[in-house]
Nanobody, 115 residues
Framework: VQLQASGGGLVQPGGSLRLSCVGSGTIFGFKDMAWYRQAPGKQREWVARIVPGGSTNYADSVKGRFTISRDITKNTVYLQMNSLKPEDTAVYYC??????????WGQGTQVTVSS
């Protein structure tokens, strides 16, 4: 199984980006999917999660600005990021807990918020 993340880039403060992460390989289903991020000099931190029933959870720092969603038919998880701030600058990693079994990470996509 491989995860391919995309959608990062340079955006001005207040702007928006949509990240995508597609899983490929032997995938029978999903447990949870999530996004994490790692800023320069900092540890990787959890951003958002979506569980099999569709419920979502967010870190306080992004609540109300970011939305995680998925398309199971496309093995894809998304992260819609609005009202971006300079402190959102980081490499964003997708995570999937996949059936028949295994936890996988994408390669990371850079998000830079700067004027």
């Amino acid at each position: 199984v491989q995860l391919q993340a995309s959608g990062g880039g340079l955006v001005q403060p207040g702007g928006s980006l949509r990240l995508s992460c597609v899983g490929s390989g032997t995938i029978f289903g999903f447990k949870d999917m999530a996004w994490y991020r790692q800023a320069p000099g900092k540890q990787r931190e959890w951003v958002a999660r979506i569980v099999p029933g569709g419920s979502t959870n967010y870190a306080d720092s992004v609540k109300g600005r970011f939305t995680i969603s998925r398309d199971i038919t496309k093995n894809t998880v998304y992260l819609q990021m609005n009202s971006l701030k300079p402190e959102d600058t980081a490499v964003y990693y997708c995570y999937m807990n996949i059936l028949p079994g295994g936890e996988y990470w994408g390669q990371g996509t850079q998000v830079t918020v700067s004027s």
